[in-house]
């Protein structure tokens, strides 16, 4: 049993269900009525399929119930799945109500704790590594605290892309003058380019960059839990064993993250709004 896999699953079928409705209605005018109807229908079939598998994930862990989110999940599948009609379409409110279902119900799947340890992955067995890196940033509902010396430009399509709206991304790195010939400022340069873009549409409030001269261990917090990685999540399929190592929330292990924070220095972020 993979609940860690099980979570990704229903969170990106909750986007493939409500994706649909949620363009027909911020493009209603562009939208054939046969069209409008065929996407109410499939959403309003779908529903029921997401409410089923919402309740086999919040009942799956042997030995474990969450009933508050099941019961979450459920009221607003059942309302959405029995309530509606063509009607909506006139309804100017209904998007609202619609998303902030949306975000309710992607809330309820993502506060669902998952049992970690310490996963180690063979050389042979680097996607793997790889989907598991993806899985915890895309199940994050709070906040997303990654520390890298050598982040790439690949760390934002490959792992970023997928954090939920909301949630607050900071990343940690050695500056520019820690880079060692051509390579190194090159991927460096590349980093930042689309740390801009990247930036441009999370926002200081989504967002924030900060570089720290001293700090050494690669650390990764998803929302309350602490992680640690053996190697630069860039070198990833590089030919060696890639380690990642849930940790306990000990003060000291959380000052890791609060230290850079505090001493390092901003690119991007609350106090720093352009992009340096």
Known sequence: MDRRKEQV???????????????????????????KKRVLARFQSDMG????????????????????????????????????????????????RLQDAQRSILQSVTSIPIPEGQEVFAAQSPFSAHCYMRNLCATVS?????????FDHTVFDRYL????????????TWPESKCKGKKDKARYQSFVDVSRLFAAERGVIGYRLITHETFHARWLRCDGRLFTHDDSIKDLGK??????????????NRQHFDDPISTGTELFGPSQSVHQ
């Open 9 to 35: 699953d229903l969170i990106l079928k909750i986007g493939m269900v409500f994706g649909p409705m949620v363009r027909v209605l911020e493009n209603l005018d562009d939208v054939e009525p046969d069209e």
């Open 142 to 150: 709070k906040e997303l605290h990654w520390q890298d010396r050598y």
């Open 49 to 96: 399929g997401l409410q089923s598998d919402a309740s086999k994930f919040t009942h799956g862990e042997p030995g474990f119930s969450y009933q508050e989110e099941a019961a979450s999940i459920h009221s607003h599948t059942h309302f959405l799945s029995h309530a509606i009609g063509v009607s909506v379409f006139a309804d100017a409110g209904f998007l609202d």
């Open 239 to 252: 030919g060696k064993s890639f380690t990642i190592k849930q940790l306990s929330s000990t003060p000291e």
């Open 161 to 172: 892309s997928i954090v939920p709206e909301g949630v607050q991304i900071t990343l940690v």
